[in-house]
């Protein structure tokens, strides 16, 4: 059971990342425009706004700071904010567990 949710995770990571390395790749130039479509492909990938824009907001930053010249230097940097994001747990505002007791509703679409 665990490494048909292993095996189900590892085709959802690959699924996303699949498609921002297609937003990030086919980026003539770094504009508002790129940035809206990260931040929608992020959207649509159910990452809630907040951590949406913060993701999207700190690629912007570094994007600045650093310049990548090179596609793959640009996915390297998106990567590595998106993992830090998933390492932090997102937006401060998006943890809702808080002490005492929870109730935690999942829902799918699609089939998912």
């Known amino acids: 059971m665990l490494a048909k949710l ?3 995770l590892l085709r959802t990571k690959d699924a996303f990342m699949n498609k921002v390395e297609h937003v990030v790749r086919r980026a003539v130039t770094i504009d508002e425009e ?3 479509t990260l ?3 992020l959207l649509l990938a159910d990452v809630g706004m907040n951590t949406a824009m913060m993701i999207t907001e700190k690629v912007r930053e570094r994007y600045r ?20 994001f998933l390492v ?6 998006e943890q809702i567990i808080k002490p005492g007791l929870n109730v935690i509703m999942i829902t ?3 089939g998912s």
């Open 39 to 41: 931040e929608e492909t």
């Open 65 to 84: 700071a650093e310049k990548p010249t090179e596609p793959d230097m640009l996915l390297g940097m998106v990567r590595e904010i998106i993992a830090d």
């Open 34 to 36: 790129f940035y809206e």
């Open 108 to 110: 799918g679409v699609n």
């Open 6 to 8: 292993k095996e189900k």
């Open 88 to 93: 932090q747990g997102g937006a401060p505002d």
